[in-house]
């Protein structure tokens, strides 16, 4: 069995510049890796057929899987007679604005270009990866990136300064289509997404910190007040920077210590049950 790691990201900045005609929204976000990730298993079958089984009861076990589509994709796309069984042992929370699902499809993507000896490139990958969702393309390379367009379009830049980063999801649901639904883009507050470039560049924390920004954040937080009280909290136990991810409802905050980390950690204990310690990894 090929076994394959799929990071989850966090967005460092989230902006959205302006609704296309096509309807999508054309996006501007930074976005990087953090060191958890979901393990998705490879095996070749000889019967052709895709099967998928995930250890999380509400992740799909069928075609409605991002990783089943990525498997799909390559088989139909490049006449592969194979087929696999692909189990995914789910530990980045469902629809919490990591990527978790377009981190599955990724790892399957690249897994199965080696298991079935496809030789395509990563920017090929990434470019079928499009196919499947926004995030898939930046999911393949990983690293710490600029992403444009739907989402698609990358450039690559240079890891952040090293930090521990809490992430904090609420027991609640959202809504991506929701949340894009409620924006309104005459009334938002736009992030200084030039600025966080700068600040990963010159490897400056506290800037870096200062400038984390999400436009969905505010449409997120009148929905579900419940995440601004994380948000207090995490700052209130001294959190450097707090930023929601995606479009939620996921919270992270930014701190350089393990101490500060193990107090933001316990001072969730009662607000939050899913409560995670990890680091950026950012480098590709
Ligand atoms: P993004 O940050 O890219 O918007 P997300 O972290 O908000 O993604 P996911 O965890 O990817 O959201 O899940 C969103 C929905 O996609 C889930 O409700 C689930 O039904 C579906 N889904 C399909 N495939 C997967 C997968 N492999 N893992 C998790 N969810 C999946």
Same mark, same amino acid.
């Given at each position: ?78 006449? *592969? ?92 649901? *959202? ?39 999400? *436009? ?48 933001? *950690? ?19």
């Amino acid at each position: 069995m090929l076994c394959v790691k799929a990071p989850a990201k966090i967005n460092l900045t989230l902006d959205v510049l302006h609704k296309r005609p096509d309807g999508y929204h054309e996006v501007e976000m930074i976005m990087t890796t953090v060191d958890l990730a979901d393990r998705v298993g490879l095996e070749l079958r000889q019967d052709g057929e895709i099967f998928i089984h995930s250890s999380n009861n509400f992740v799909p076990d069928d075609q409605r899987n991002l990783a089943y589509q990525a498997a799909k994709l390559l088989k139909d796309r490049f006449n *592969v007679n194979s087929g696999v069984s692909i189990s995914i042992d789910k530990q980045i929370p469902v629809a919490a604005g990591l990527a978790g699902g377009s981190s599955d499809a990724a790892a399957t993507l690249k897994g199965l270009n080696e298991l079935w000896s496809l030789g395509l490139s990563l920017d090929e990958l990434a470019e079928l990866g499009a196919e499947i969702g926004s995030d898939v393309s930046f999911c393949v390379y990983g690293g710490t990136a600029i992403a444009r367009g739907r989402g698609e379009k990358i450039e690559h830049i240079a890891a952040p300064p090293s930090s521990w980063v809490i992430l904090a999801k609420p027991t609640i649901g *959202v809504s991506t289509a929701a949340v894009y639904g409620g924006l309104n883009l005459d009334d938002v507050k736009h992030p200084d997404t030039a600025r966080m470039v700068e600040a990963i560049k010159t490897n400056d924390y506290a800037k870096m910190c200062g400038t984390l920004g999400n *436009v969905l954040e505010s449409v997120t937080l009148d929905m579900h007040p419940e995440v601004s009280s994380i948000k207090e909290q995490m700052k209130r136990f001294g959190a450097d920077g707090v930023l929601m991810s995606g479009s939620g409802p996921t919270v992270f905050a930014l701190v350089q210590t393990e101490a500060r980390t193990t107090r933001i *950690v316990n001072g969730l204990k009662g607000f939050c049950d899913e409560v995670y310690a990890v680091r950026l990894l950012g480098d590709r």
